[in-house]
């Protein structure tokens, strides 16, 4: 069984040349997510959400200040970038990056090479990549187009579950993987999702703003994060909660 533990966790934004002022974001962060599991983290705008996806993956925008993380008992925080993703981490971002210049079937076969540790025999890769394609609704020609440059929202966010399928992680953070997705464009990177976890027993951690795209996964919990903590925890039923009252009590001194 997989384990993520994120024990104390605190982050800020790192220092630069040009500011020598940091921001306190995450202020201790506790969070464990298995093998087989959907987390769904839910919050108001600015309380640090982003943030945690991001420090898991080790962005160096930010600086861990306290805590831990790790992945089967391995210290993630020692691991460089290419090291969390090569461990079974893997981030959906919110605003994919374009990469110009460099084909979408190249880059996919870069990941899954580096992942993998040997480069996959080409003849299992196209078959692969044709039947991940597939099963998304995406075109096989954007195999030849630039990643994600002139992709929609929704090409993009296919994009991003074209990878989760292919590279096969252990934990896949998704960051508003529903942001900006019309019901159709939902509903296939939901399976995607789904099929993830059930073929690969993949843990999840979804952060969204939300309930809509809960509709199609379903959480085994659901988190409310203020004030870069978690401030409460509980089943699926939190969500709805949530969506008819807001955040407001979470707010109050006494929760946040």
Do not use: C
């Not at 203020?226 to 955040?247: F, H, K, N, T, W």
Request: no cysteine; glycine share 10%; aromatic share 6%.
């Amino acid at each position: 069984m997989t384990i993520l533990e994120i024990k104390g966790l605190t982050a800020r934004v790192a220092a630069t040349a040009d500011s020598a002022e940091t921001v306190d974001i995450l202020k201790g962060v506790d969070l464990t997510i298995e093998s087989g599991q959907t987390h769904a983290i839910m919050g108001p705008n600015g309380s640090g959400k982003s943030t945690l996806a991001y420090v898991i993956a080790g962005h160096p925008k930010y600086e861990v200040t306290g805590g831990t993380v790790t992945l089967d008992g391995e210290d993630v925080l020692s691991m460089e970038v290419d090291e969390r993703a090569r461990a079974g981490l893997f981030l959906a971002m919110q605003y994919p990056t374009e990469i110009p210049g460099v084909s979408t079937a190249n880059f996919l076969r870069t990941a899954a090479t580096a992942v993998r540790g040997e480069a996959p025999k080409l003849r299992h890769w196209v078959k692969e990549v044709k039947e991940a394609m597939s099963d998304l609704d995406f075109d096989p020609a954007f195999s030849e187009r630039s990643v994600n440059e002139g992709f929609s929202g929704g090409e993009k966010k296919r994009h991003e579950i074209l990878q989760l399928d292919l590279l096969k992680p252990k934990i896949a953070v998704l960051d508003e993987t529903d942001s900006g997705l019309d019901v159709d464009a939902l509903r296939v990177v939901s399976d995607g999702v789904n099929r993830y976890r059930s073929e690969e027993n993949g843990g999840i951690l979804l952060i969204t703003h939300y309930t809509r795209i809960l509709r199609y996964i379903s959480p085994d919990r659901v988190h409310v994060f203020v004030d870069g903590r978690v401030a409460a925890s509980g089943g699926a039923e939190l969500a709805d909660e949530l969506e008819a009252e807001g955040y407001e009590k979470y707010l109050t001194p006494a929760n946040a």
